[in-house]
């Protein structure tokens, strides 16, 4: 693969409505393409570079809605977005987002690094987080060194 970046998340949705405002509400989200299939809608929401697809759910999910930070099995565990301040996203959030985890600090990994997990309408978990930075070299297992360039 020459060149690769980030899509988009797809989310599917019980009331595709609720979850765009929940997104372009909280986060600030806009509307960046509907596509109309007849008998259904998938719409595009833009952030920045980050778009979420939005999908009509076609049932109910197979297992219980994930708690604090997300399910521990394979797969997706939360989405996540950085802010300048996790207190103040919180105060202007809806009072009707539950918290699911947190806040928490985690200044013993890195100062000024804090975190708090709310719930979307659907049940997904979403991180609001601060102050996470890289770490300049962070170590690579052998194996996977060997086998990536």
Known sequence: MNSCCFAHIALNCADMNATEHFYRRNFGFKRARVIDLGHEQIVFL???????????????????????????????????????????????????VPVTFGPFSFDNFIPGWRTVWVRDPDGNIVEISQGFVDQLTPPLDQELADACP
């Open 46 to 96: 833009k952030l920045g570079d980050m778009y979420l697809e939005l999908f009509q759910a076609q049932g109910d999910a197979p297992s219980p809605k994930p708690i604090k930070d997300g399910h521990t099995w394979s797969g997706i565990r939360h989405i996540a977005f950085q802010v300048a301040d996790v207190d103040s996203a919180l105060a202007e959030m809806e009072e009707s």
